[in-house]
């Protein structure tokens, strides 16, 4: 999934000015709160770039950092994108539980907005552990809070998540309704990788339904579009279909 613009989950769409910002500004003496930050911005650009073992090295430091400085609500955060890897890398079982927990700490902080972000993680692990009833117990738990974020990226992030849950159900016509309207308000907002990452949901749900030529050629232009800007996890997924 693409964790975008969330306080706990900021991932630019450029790779290499932050990553020029960010690592010396990791390493910096003295100032473990901020390097646990720019440790955790890297992580989520090494994610997003299908940089995998350097997003759990990056990661794993700062939450062990932010542990040691006793930051509960950015551990909690750190601990969502480390569920988020753990579903990249195709461990969905090991996303699981800790992406429920986030959720729970969250919803007991009224932290409403890291709450969904949270639910969406969680939604994501049960679909790819085909756990499909259970995902869609969650989406229905959440829907009610992310309709009451002010936050755009919160929306898109959760949307996308429940497309998914959707469609690995078969209800094809609410997913591809709900991804119309994420990828007409990350188009908007120029928000690339939920842009990127709803054509890729879309075309899922094409191939599905039997190879075209025109899915295929769409397919083509995503894997081209998202290597391009960086999104490799979009692009390797886009090869994959």
């Given amino acids: 999934m693409h964790l975008r613009d969330h306080r706990l989950c900021e991932i630019p769409d450029s790779k290499t000015p932050f990553d020029d910002m960010a690592r010396p500004l990791a ?3 003295g100032d473990k709160s901020m390097s646990a930050y720019a440790l ?3 992580g989520s650009v090494e994610l997003k ?3 995998f073992t350097a997003a759990r090295n990056d990661l794993e430091e700062a939450l062990s ?5 006793g930051e509960k609500d950015t551990i909690t955060g750190t601990s969502v994108l480390i569920a988020a890897l753990d579903i990249e890398e195709g461990h969905p079982a090991a996303a699981e539980k800790p992406a429920r927990e986030a959720r ?4 007991k902080a009224h932290k409403r907005d890291d709450q969904v972000t949270a639910a969406a993680v969680l939604v994501d692990a049960l679909v790819t552990e085909g756990k499909n009833d259970d995902a869609l117990k969650e989406v229905s738990k959440a829907t009610p809070i992310a309709a009451k974020s ?3 990226s919160v929306h898109l992030i959760f949307a996308l998540a429940s497309a998914r849950a959707d469609a690995a159900s078969q209800k094809i016509v609410a997913a591809k309704t709900i991804l119309k309207e994420a990828l007409a ?3 908007r907002s120029s928000y690339l990788g939920d842009q990127l990452e709803a054509r890729l949901v879309l075309e899922e749900i094409e191939m599905k339904s039997g190879k075209s030529a025109a899915s295929r050629a769409r397919l083509e232009q995503l894997q081209k579009d998202a290597k391009e800007k960086g999104f490799n ?3 390797n997924k886009a090869a994959a279909l």
């Fill in 27 to 29: 390493r910096t003496a």
């Fill in 40 to 42: 955790a911005g890297l």
């Fill in 49 to 51: 770039s299908a940089d």
């Fill in 65 to 69: 950092l932010r542990k040691e400085l």
């Fill in 104 to 107: 729970d700490d969250f919803e």
């Fill in 150 to 152: 002010q936050n755009l």
């Fill in 185 to 187: 308000k990350a188009t």
């Fill in 233 to 235: 996890v979009i692009a």
